[in-house]
């Protein structure tokens, strides 16, 4: 694990707290957890990748968030057929500046088999002074031309800079294949990023008591660019938020997903799998 302080602000961050949660009920119609950092959970590869297994969660997308846990995602791709890799600098790292030769390194990463997206990548205004916010932007201008060259999704962290990540992305012109991962904008947001054909890919956090909004913008996000994760082990569902989580927690979120949207849970599963394989695959 690197000592930079972006790996370290995201393990000091967790919040993880207590035991694993139980599983869910297994979905009947399996579908995809778009977004998870599995070197960072506690539970070995292999194992994770069972538990989601168990509950109909037959694959999933592992970020990295600098060149190290980048390489390591990408190996774990390659190790794994359930498991694709995303690769980039997150946010937060490229903050304190990014170096030429890291960019090529995530250039040539990206290209490997078992890689389907850039990221993940973006801003993060909610973390970073308003004085690093232009090194942060120039690393999301760079991620998204790596995307575009090497026809990968581009992978979005964007935590209170919607403005500014819409703007970058329509300036620089967006990839094909845009995921907005842990959405969390509003039904305005939503609206905005479906005229762009962006997808949104949503957390755990939308079925905390307190997040009305973003289960509104979940409720109007169209069906074909929905994607549900976990950022496991972050951002654990409701009622085990603050627990670690992982892969096969995708369920609780899927259902509240169908519960607001007033959709059946098999077919918001297969929609999901679908938009995960249009965005990520083919597989
Ligand atoms: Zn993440």
Redesign the pocket.
């Known amino acids: 694990m690197s000592a930079k302080w972006g790996v370290d602000w995201?393990a000091r961050n967790s919040g993880r707290v207590g035991d694993p949660p139980p599983p869910p009920d297994p979905l009947a119609v399996p579908a995809v957890d778009a977004?998870?950092?599995l070197d960072l959970m506690d539970t070995p590869v292999a194992e994770a990748v069972a538990a989601a297994r168990a509950v109909g969660i037959t694959r999933m997308v592992t970020?990295g968030?600098d060149l190290e846990t980048s390489r390591w995602q990408a190996e774990i791709a390659a190790a794994h057929p359930e498991v694709w890799a995303a690769v980039a600098i997150?946010p937060n790292e490229a903050a304190s500046g990014v170096d030429e030769a890291t960019f090529e390194a995530i250039a040539k990463l990206a290209r490997a088999d078992g890689v389907v997206a850039v990221g993940?990548t973006g801003l993060d205004y909610f973390r970073t002074p308003p004085e690093r916010h232009a090194a942060q932007q120039e690393s999301f201008r760079r991620h998204i031309a790596i995307a575009k060259e090497t026809g990968r999704a581009l992978m979005i962290?964007d935590r209170e800079a919607h403005d500014d990540t819409l703007r970058i992305l329509a300036a620089e012109g967006a990839p094909e294949r845009v995921v907005f991962?842990?959405f969390s904008g509003d039904a305005a947001m939503a609206r905005t990023c479906a005229d762009a054909g962006y997808v949104m890919s949503f957390a755990g956090n939308v079925t905390f008591k307190n997040a009305g909004e973003l289960r509104a913008a979940a409720a109007v996000a169209p069906r074909d660019l929905l994607l549900v994760?976990t950022?496991a082990p972050?951002l654990t569902p409701a009622p085990w938020r603050g627990r670690p989580g992982g892969p096969y927690l995708v369920p609780l979120t899927l259902r509240l997903l169908a519960q607001t949207r007033g959709e059946q849970v098999d077919d918001l599963a297969a929609a999901v799998a679908a938009n995960a394989e249009r965005t990520f695959g083919p597989w």
């Open positions: 995201v977004h998870c950092h970020v968030v997150h993940e962290h991962h842990a994760e950022d972050y």
